[in-house]
């Protein structure tokens, strides 16, 4: 299989995004710089990257999963988006759920991306819609 191809401009000294391992689903990004996240605060952290996407295809920012288990630190829009129209620096807007400052630099993995396609759609605009047992939402489908 042949990988798509993302153009990528690194004005960054990390280096670029790679797959971890074969199964890898995302790449991590790096911080650009060092900051000092406080707790119950949200940063946006430069990486230094920009890509152009290709059309038909987002580009997903999501946390990782060891930082938001260890320390609480999550993407806060998690996932964010990347439109393929968008060519401005790659910003991730962190969030520091934990006990305590939480230390981010420069080159620090902070956060992974995902190439997704996009479907896109239209409404139609309906007097009712068909019936369904779930009428109900936010937990509804289960007691616990």
Do not use: C, W
């Amino acid at each position: 299989m042949e990988n798509l191809k993302v153009k990528v401009i690194n004005k960054s000294q990390n280096k670029l995004p790679k797959y971890e391992t074969p199964g890898s689903a995302g790449m991590d990004v790096r911080s650009n710089e060092d900051y000092t996240l406080k707790t119950e605060r949200r940063t946006l952290i430069s990486t230094g990257l920009f890509f152009e996407i290709p059309e038909g295809y987002e580009m997903q920012v999501r946390p990782r999963s060891g930082m938001a288990n260890k320390y609480g630190i999550t993407v806060l829009n998690a996932p964010g988006t990347i439109d393929s129209d968008y060519r401005g620096e790659l910003g991730v807007i962190l969030y520091n759920s934990g006990q305590t400052a939480f230390e981010i630099k420069k080159g620090d993995r902070i956060a992974q991306l995902v190439l997704a396609p996009v479907t896109r759609f239209e409404f139609e605009v309906a007097e009712d819609l068909s019936e369904s047992d779930r009428e109900g939402g936010f937990g509804s489908t289960g007691n616990n």
